[in-house]
């Protein structure tokens, strides 16, 4: 099947974010999100509270795309949405609406794989921005979920390694939080780490065989330490938060790049693309300028917007999967954890 001039209406809603986009072919027309501020007062996403939200947001989400788009619903092609990995109320919100939407329509149903759609991101249509050549390696970095991939091919996606436990943007987060830093925390230890020593405090780095990572143990060690000085000084956080942000922020770097360094040198593949919120981080982003530098590798760092969820990447997942022909029926069903490779 050939997609010609095609719309795909796509729809994310895995966790707090409700995103709607329309996609002409491979181009973005429009990528609307609406966030959710409720959860700062909570520390965190509640996800009673979020499939609520998404509840709230998702028709008025999804008629701003399409006015932004300038196209009537008539018109599109297909809807694609996402099936999972995520919070199942918030997933399940997105489900019901796109299959409700493609019956009425009588449109096909195209659903996505979220994780798989933070690497194909890669392959939405920008002039600014180079796609990677198969095969390449992709680091998936998000609140949720930390894996590297072996991608052969759009749809042949092979897990090398993830966590075992915590992931690196949950973290980032929990880190915040025990420096008393406002939900989402992961920002802003960026932001403070730019002006600090990221040598300045030492916090141990998880010994985990091959490519998998952990996180639950440099937490821990990062709660003693903040226990431990702020016994001495209650005023230690406010006094160095700049270098603490900074050795918290170069240690997980190196806890990734290390892993990263391994996984090329197994591969023999110097092509990186990453994808997942944390890959908004400026850390990384310089690091991997870095490794293309010193090492000769080709990296690949989406923009901003296709970092964090967002409905445009689900939606070149639609489009890629309507080429092939490859459409849900109305049984389908949300799924909370839902393998890349499965």
């Known amino acids: ?25 491979d181009k973005v027309l429009s990528n609307v999100v ?19 939200a998404h509840q709230q947001n998702i ?10 788009a300038n196209i009537d619903k008539k018109q599109l092609s297909a809807i694609a949405f996402t099936r999972g990995p995520g919070l199942l109320g918030s997933l399940l919100v997105g ?19 979220h994780m798989q759609a933070h690497i194909l991101a890669h392959f939405i249509a920008d002039e600014n921005s180079a796609r990677p050549n198969f095969p390449f390696l992709a680091m998936t970095i998000s609140g949720g979920h930390t894996q ?16 075992l436990d915590d992931a690196v943007g949950e973290a980032f987060d929990k880190s915040a939080k025990l420096l008393g830093l406002p939900y989402p925390g992961g920002p ?9 020593n990221p040598n300045a405090f030492d916090f141990p780095k998880p010994k985990v065989d091959g490519l998998n990572f952990s996180f639950s ?18 005023s230690f956080i406010k006094e160095n938060l700049y270098d ?18 391994m996984a090329v040198k197994q591969t023999g593949i110097i092509q990186i693309a990453i994808g997942g919120g944390v890959a908004a981080n400026s850390g990384i982003r310089a690091r991997l300028k870095e490794a293309e530098e010193n090492l000769g590798w080709k990296t690949f760092i989406p923009k901003f917007e296709y970092c964090t969820d967002n409905a445009a990447m689900i939606g070149i997942v639609g489009y890629l999967k309507y080429i092939e022909g490859d459409f849900s029926n109305q049984a389908i069903a949300a799924k909370a954890r839902y393998a890349i490779d499965g």
């Open 1 to 25: 099947m050939i997609a010609e001039k095609k719309y795909i209406l796509a729809i994310e809603s895995s966790c707090d974010d409700t995103s709607a986009a329309i996609l002409f072919n």
């Open 188 to 196: 802003l230890i960026d932001k403070y780490a730019q002006q600090g």
């Open 34 to 52: 609406a966030s959710q501020e409720i959860h700062e007062q909570y520390g965190g996403v509640v996800p009673e509270l979020a499939s609520r």
């Open 95 to 113: 489900t019901s609406f796109a299959k409700s939407m493609a019956l009425g329509l009588n449109i096909p149903l195209i659903e996505v794989n």
């Open 244 to 261: 603490i942000c900074a050795s918290i922020q170069h240690t997980i770097l190196e806890i990734l790049m290390e892993k990263l360094a």
């Open 148 to 163: 590297i991939v072996l991608v052969k091919g759009y749809f042949d996606l092979e897990i090398l390694g993830e966590t």
């Open 59 to 68: 028709v008025p989400v999804v008629h701003q795309a399409l006015a932004m």
């Open 217 to 234: 143990g440099l937490k821990t060690s990062i709660l003693y330490f903040v226990q431990r000085e702020t016994q001495k000084n209650d």
